[in-house]
Structure formats: structure tokens, C-alpha cells
């Protein structure tokens, strides 16, 4: 029962520390280029599969957030995936609410289609569909008109939002960076909440770190240069996105400001501790490859030749043989109700 919707097309941009690694060859520091999301379901598997522990503890915490709203997850009928990806968290959504038509919005059809896999699959091809839509047009606001699949709109409240329709939930991680303006996109989301529904960001939370301080390579501190330059990238990144509007980052405050309530943010951690397993090593290689393409030219040449020594499968020093590689990161969600 997949719908699809066709708008523009033309996925954007990458992440650092806001999420996962930032994303894909042709990049350069400072400016904004295209990324081609569709070709990114592979690492979206691994990187959502890695971290699907601290996924359920998350879908967890939402479902004690409901329960202490006075809703069961039976009540929880329609949930959105806003930037689905390949569909981890569409998954583990409709098994966490079992009567919750889930719909996984993203801007890659490729990945829509790794959703419907991946539902079929898990036997939940029945209660989750895609759309194919990219944020903010595709979530236009509508006035009072009905949306597709979305329940009653009511005449004269702007409630319902064009294209999505209505939602007890509203989950999207690691999306809204991607968006130019968050504000206006946070606004638009909260418009699909239905009353006592709950929405649910992740964004923000602790930058990875896979390395102690000092690797015995160049001088100690790596770690912390790369994440230093890497958020110069992405500030280059935003304010490269069509529509760049810079905010605080406050989450709370832009859901409140949107107009739930009860904001309320929680993190959880990723830990896993050295020696790393095979899976964590290929994330943390992936994420450290790209982080070079990314923003190799800010480092110095000491630095240069660490990282192409650590990403050097058959060194002893590399990420993929050396016993201290670890990972350990941070989510951190931001709910309210509407
Ligand atoms: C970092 S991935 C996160 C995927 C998924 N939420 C997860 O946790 O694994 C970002 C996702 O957002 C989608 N995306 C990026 N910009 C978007 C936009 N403007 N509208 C809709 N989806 C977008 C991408 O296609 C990609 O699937």
C-alpha cells in the first residue's frame, strides 16, 4: 500500500557530529553540494543497525511518554517517518505501536524502496507505506483542505499538513540539519500533530569518538581537530542549503515555539567499548574516510598521514586491526506534545 507522491527532487547536504558521518565524495569544506542520497543505502543499513539499541530505547522512552499523556500504544494510529532512510526506525515503529499505520517520507525513492523491503520482510508490509517528498515543500500547509491519508482535516484550523497528514507521532532523526530553514520546518511538522500527539527530533546529541587522545601517531588530540574543523564544514554545509536561515538550535524552544508542549529532551548513549567488532570498525572507516575527503585540506600534513595510516586496512595501526578502536556517541531526542 506504498503511496507516492512526486515533488522536486534533489537531496541535500550532509552531517557531522549532528548525526551520523558526514556523507559522500565531491564535497568540499564551506560550500554546499548536492548529495545523492540515494546512494546511500548501504551506510544508512549499517549506521541505523549499529545504532538500533539505542533506536529502541528511544521508541521506549516515547512509548512511557505517551503512556504518561494517558495513551496506550494501541491509541497511536498513524506515526510519520520524516527522512526515513532505509527504514530501521519505520521498522521498529510499527512493531512498538502494533495498530499504527507507519509512513516513511524521504526524498530518495532508492531508500523508500529499501523501507518497503525491509517492511515486507519483517511481515509489516501491511501497515507501512512510503511517500515521496522532499522537506519543506513537500509539507506544505494546508487550510483545512484534506490531505492524502490523513484522517479528517478540520475546516478553518490549519492542522493538517498537505501531503502528510495527520499523526499521533511524528519522529525524524538526523533530517531537520539537512532542511534550510528548521524553524519553519519544525512549525510545519507540528501542524500535522493531532491533538496529544507527540513529536519526536533527534538531532544534536555528542559527536562520535573512536580513538583514545593519544594513538602513539603524530601529535595527541586528533580526534578533537577533526572535530573542530569538521563543524566549520557544516556550518558551510547549512548555509549552503536553499532557503539557509540560521536559528538557535535550541530544539525545546523550536518546539514551543511551534506551539507543544511540554518539551522535554532525553539522550542515549552508543557504547561500544574496544576492541571494536567488525561493524563498528566499517562505520568508524566509512565515517573517517569521508571525514578526510571532507575536510583533509584543513588538516596539517602530520594529521594527513595519520588518517591515511589509520584508514590503511592492512596496518597494524589502522582502525581496522588496532585494538583501542571503540565507539562511543550521543543522541539526544526532543519531544513535546501537541
Ligand atoms: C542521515 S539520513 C537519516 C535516515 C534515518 N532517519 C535514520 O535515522 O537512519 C537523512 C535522511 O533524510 C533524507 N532527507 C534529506 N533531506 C531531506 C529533505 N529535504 N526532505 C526529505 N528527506 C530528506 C535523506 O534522503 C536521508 O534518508
Known amino acids: 500500500m506504498a503511496q507516492t507522491h512526486s515533488h522536486s527532487q534533489g537531496p541535500h547536504a550532509a552531517q557531522t557530529q549532528h548525526g551520523d558521518a558526514p ?9 554546499h553540494q548536492d548529495l545523492d542520497w540515494a546512494t546511500e543505502g548501504p551506510r544508512l543499513v549499517r549506521e541505523a543497525e549499529l545504532y538500533q539499541p539505542v533506536t529502541e530505547q ?10 504518561a499523556a494517558g495513551k496506550r500504544p494501541d491509541d497511536v494510529r498513524r506515526v510519520l517517518d520524516i527522512g526515513s ?10 512493531e512498538a505501536f502494533p495498530r499504527a499505520e507507519v509512513v516513511a517520507v524521504d526524498t530518495a525513492q532508492p531508500l523508500l524502496d529499501l523501507v518497503t523491503e525491509r517492511a515486507a520482510g519483517r511481515g509489516l508490509g501491511d501497515r507501512v507505506s512510503t511517500l515521496l517528498a522532499e522537506l519543506p515543500d513537500g509539507v506544505a500547509v494546508s487550510e483545512g483542505t484534506d490531505a492524502n491519508g490523513a484522517g479528517s482535516a478540520t475546516q478553518g484550523e490549519e492542522r493538517v499538513v498537505a501531503g502528510l497528514g495527520e499523526a499521533d507521532l511524528v519522529w525524524s532523526r538526523k533530517v531537520l540539519h539537512h532542511v534550510g530553514d528548521q524553524r519553519d520546518v519544525v512549525q510545519r511538522l ?32 586528533l580526534q578533537a581537530r577533526l572535530n573542530a574543523v569538521m563543524e566549520e564544514w557544516f556550518e558551510g554545509m547549512r548555509a549552503g542549503l536553499p532557503g539557509s536561515t540560521r536559528v538557535v538550535e535550541d530544539w525545546p524552544g523550536l518546539l514551543s515555539g511551534a506551539g507543544l508542549s511540554r518539551a522535554t529532551s532525553r539522550s542515549f548513549l552508543l557504547d561500544l567499548p574496544a576492541p571494536l567488532g567488525a561493524t563498528g570498525r566499517e562505520h568508524v572507516t566509512a565515517s573517517l574516510s569521508r571525514f578526510t575527503e571532507l575536510v583533509g585540506d584543513l588538516m596539517t600534513a602530520q594529521d594527513i598521514a595519520v588518517l591515511a595510516q589509520l584508514l590503511d586496512s592492512a596496518d597494524p595501526e589502522g582502525i581496522a586491526r588496532r585494538e583501542d578502536a571503540f565507539l562511543l556517541t550521543a543522541e539526544t531526542v526532543h519531544t513535546a506534545y501537541a
Open 23 to 31: 556523507h559522500g565524495p565531491g564535497h568540499s569544506h564551506g560550500h
Open 58 to 67: 528511544v521508541i521506549g522512552w516515547l512509548r512511557e511518554r505517551f503512556e
Open 85 to 94: 532512510g532505509s527504514g530501521v526506525a519505520t521498522c521498529l515503529l510499527a
Open 190 to 221: 507540528a501542524r500535522a500533530l493531532r491533538p496529544g500527539g507527540l513529536m519526536a527530533l533527534t538531532e544534536g546529541g555528542l559527536p562520535m569518538r573512536f580513538l583514545p587522545r593519544d594513538i602513539g601517531l603524530g601529535h595527541p588530540g
